[in-house]
Structure formats: C-alpha cells, structure tokens
C-alpha cells in the first residue's frame, strides 16, 4: 500500500510537471511545498524533471516486481524444503521444466533468490539516485523503505555450492574470490 500510495505521488508530480491540472487541496501537494506545485510550472527547464519522474516510476514498477517474484520463488523454497529426499522434482526455467534431486533444485531456486536480491537492491540504489536528482529540483519524494524480506539469505544454510551436489571432482576448485591468488607479474 505504501508504494501505490508513491506511486500516486510520482504520477501526481508527472502531472503538475507536465502542466495538467491537479487539486492544489491534494495531500500530495506538500511534497511541492504546499502551493500546488505551481512553482515547478515556472521552471525554464521541466523536460528532465519529467524524465526523473518517469524513470522513478518504471524503478517502483521494477522494485514491486521483482519483490513479488522473489516471494513467489521463497514460497517455492520452502515446498521444496519439505518434499522427501527421494522425490525428483520438476524446476521451471523459462518456459522448459527440468527433472532435478531436490538438494539440486533447492540450489537452483537459492541462486535465481539471490539473483533477485541482487536485481532488488539495484533498482532501490536507482531510486534512491532519482530521489536525490528530483530533490536538487526541490522536489521532496522520499520512496518507501526497501523491503525487509530481502536483506536474510533466501534459504539458510544454502550459502554457495553444497559439497557433493554437482561434480564431487569440483568441490576442490575455489569459487571465484576463494583461495590462492598469484602476485602480479613485475617486469
């Protein structure tokens, strides 16, 4: 509710850039300073303050979905954590499924998690940017808070590879940023 209600706001602004008329009355208008924001009708320049506004929008579209998605996958997760060892179990990539073990497929659903998270807290910097651009236009839109379902690991106790699940010759090769690194070559 908290981000439609922003992304009210972010719309609303686009319209008193934009120059469509508003209620001066709306809640919305404090973020403007209270005047209805005709003051931003004034600037010389509201092309990039639109363009700020519009990027904003498809960032908050961009958060939700992926917040969503990332839902959805825990909830996979977590069935599949409860299914008995011995089943084999169909995981959806694109539009192919695949027969795996489940310690495999929990991997592969922990991996597309983080790759969320990952995603997640990229378009959040990007909003944050924007607010900070909008703000040096004296437009005060503080985005909500980044979800907290984001910040724990997807699936406990699934940090990287598990031992054994792949290729057992490949649980002594180091993942990237382990183990030994060779001194630059002096010449």
Do not use: C, W
């Not at 972010?10 to 005047?35: E, L, M």
């Not at 010389?44 to 990027?55: K, V, Y």
């Not at 073990?101 to 922990?110: D, E, T």
């Not at 991996?111 to 990952?118: D, I, P, V």
């Amino acid at each position: 509710l908290e981000e439609e209600e922003f992304l009210e706001t972010v719309k609303d602004a686009q319209n008193r850039v934009s120059g469509s008329s508003s209620s001066p009355s709306s809640p919305r208008s404090a973020a403007f300073g209270g005047d209805g924001g005709q003051h931003l009708l004034l600037m010389a320049n509201q092309r990039p303050i639109l363009s700020l506004l519009t990027n904003m929008e498809h960032s908050m579209r961009a958060r939700r979905t992926i917040l969503e998605e990332y839902r959805s996958d825990l909830e996979t997760a977590r069935q599949i954590q409860h299914t008995d060892e011995s089943r084999n179990i169909y995981v959806q990539y694109g539009g192919v499924y695949v027969l795996m073990k489940k310690g495999m497929a929990l991997q592969s659903v922990n991996e597309k998690l983080q790759g969320l998270q990952m995603k997640y807290h990229q378009v959040n910097a990007e909003v944050e940017m924007i607010a900070t651009k909008l703000r040096s236009y004296h437009i005060d839109l503080e985005p909500p808070k980044p979800s907290a379902v984001l910040k724990v690991p997807p699936i406990p106790g699934l940090g990287g590879r598990q031992s054994g699940s792949v290729d057992p010759d490949m649980d002594t090769v180091p993942l990237d940023g382990e183990g030994m690194v060779d001194p630059p070559i002096q010449i």
